[in-house]
């Protein structure tokens, strides 16, 4: 009990110097009352939503690939992410944030009013994507009004405290939707609208922040190069690459390991409802709110093996996870055993509560001082890339092999469908990681002198 006290502790503004403190007691109510909101479009809640509301009205083939566009929405906006830096250069921060967020909350709330028909589909599908395009722009500004108004040495415990609280809620969020949805499917508009209206106190709380220096900042905003353009990013992925072999191979075990992961996501969500006809409440927990909510759990323990570890060596020996949970869903697909998934959820939990962090800092072992932003750029690129890639290729496996009527050792078609692209993406996973382990031994002892060079 001691260490859970000490855990929500940290949460208290208290631990924060006296300038600090009114804007991190703004930005926590902001982070909970929008992640409230936000919780309705992540992917493993608005895909089931989709999946069982939309089912009586439009094909099985065609609503699965809305689900993979649903799952694909975050790493098309996160894309888009350049044009929010143009937008926001050498001007207010909080404003824009303002309208950012009731732009969310605006299209939140549309979404209640889709009607049950293929052109409602349509209609709730795109809001998703544009209310995930916004997000995109806030998640842009963010880290200005941070390092502006929390010190070098308290900013990573802020922002670390403001992503917790951000899977926790999205976590209970699922929860509550899945809970309700499932007793009273008929609730559908008032609980979205309920919602949405709750992200209102984000809104006010942020028109609250003031951004210490903000004057000085936009100057040098100003005065700086010119931002970088949408249409360059490709030229800078390519720079770093062709720049640093040991990046490069990198990254293409995190693309091989990412698009494997990535393809559970939309096939867990169909199989639910067509294998195991299971409601949203399950179906939520499953693959989305265990997740989200052992993420924050497993983070502590996770920093402090990366603190010791070069992120090649903690990739060597985390991605593992990865495997474990595809080849357990696997075979909870191919034996119909539910609790199978559930530790399917949990393992993912534990397993991306390392890769946020790797995810996060891992570009920093590798990057000379000054050109980490072209080496996260490059990284969160690629990210968007296979993030676009998995969804589509997921549900265009399950659906051709249904279409062709797979069916081996006496199993449904639809069984051996799901269960054959789980062990695709085990494969693919098994191979990303066995890549990193290649790559520790090929790096050898420049992977400890590179971590201690950054640190």
Not at 307 to 335: K, N
Not at 432 to 450: H, I, K, V
Request: glycine fraction near 8%; aromatic fraction near 12%.
């Amino acid at each position: 009990m001691a260490w859970l006290f000490s855990y929500f502790r940290s949460f208290l503004p208290s631990a924060f110097p006296r300038f600090a403190r009114r804007s991190y007691t703004l930005e926590f109510i902001t982070v909970v009352c929008f992640s409230t909101t936000l919780g309705i479009v992540e992917g493993g809640v608005i895909s089931n939503i989709a999946k069982r509301r939309f089912e009586p009205v439009v094909d099985a083939e065609a609503l699965n690939f809305y689900v993979a566009l649903l799952f694909a929405a975050p790493d098309l906006a996160n894309i888009l992410s350049f044009y929010w830096s143009g937008v926001s250069h050498g001007r207010p921060k909080i404003p824009l944030i303002n309208i950012l967020q009731l732009c969310v909350i605006a299209l939140i709330a549309t979404m209640a009013f889709t009607p049950v028909s293929r052109a409602g589909l349509i209609a709730m599908v795109a809001v998703a994507i544009l209310a995930r395009v916004c997000w995109s722009g806030i998640i842009t500004l963010r880290p200005t009004v941070w390092r502006s108004n929390y010190p070098a040495t308290m900013r990573a415990t802020a922002v670390g405290n403001f992503q917790t609280m951000q899977y926790i809620m999205a976590g209970l969020v699922g929860v509550a939707v899945g809970w309700v949805l499932n007793a009273r499917p008929g609730y559908f508009t008032p609980l979205v609208l309920a919602v949405a209206s709750i992200g209102l106190g984000a809104f006010f709380a942020t028109r609250k922040q003031r951004v210490r220096r903000e004057v000085k900042m936009r100057r040098a905003e100003l005065s700086a190069a010119p931002i970088m353009k949408p249409w360059h990013g490709p030229l800078v992925v390519w720079r770093v690459l062709h720049k640093d072999p040991m990046w490069a191979r990198f990254m293409l075990w995190m693309f091989v390991l990412g698009l494997g992961n990535m393809l559970l996501g939309p096939i867990l969500t169909i199989v639910l409802r067509d294998q195991f006809e299971l409601g949203y409440l399950r179906s939520i927990l499953i693959t989305s709110s265990i997740t989200a909510l052992v993420m924050p759990l497993s983070i502590p323990m996770w920093a402090r093996y990366l603190d010791r570890s070069h992120v090649v060596r903690f990739r060597a020996r985390q991605t593992w996870m990865f495997v474990g949970s595809a080849v357990i869903a696997c075979m909870g697909v191919l034996f119909h055993r539910v609790e199978l998934l559930y530790l399917t959820a949990v393992l993912q939990g534990i397993s991306y509560g390392g890769g946020t962090l790797a995810w996060n800092l891992g570009h920093v072992d590798f990057a000379p001082p000054t050109h980490t932003s072209q080496y996260m750029a490059s990284h969160v690129t690629l990210n968007g890339l296979r993030g676009l890639i998995a969804p589509f290729f997921a549900v265009g496996l399950y659906n051709g092999a249904v279409a062709a009527g797979l069916s081996f050792f006496g199993l449904e078609v639809n069984t051996t469908a799901a269960a054959g692209v789980l062990a695709v993406s085990a494969i693919m996973c098994t191979i990303g990681a066995a890549g990193f382990g290649s790559l520790l031994a090929r790096m050898g002892d420049r992977a400890t002198l590179a971590k201690a060079r950054s640190t």
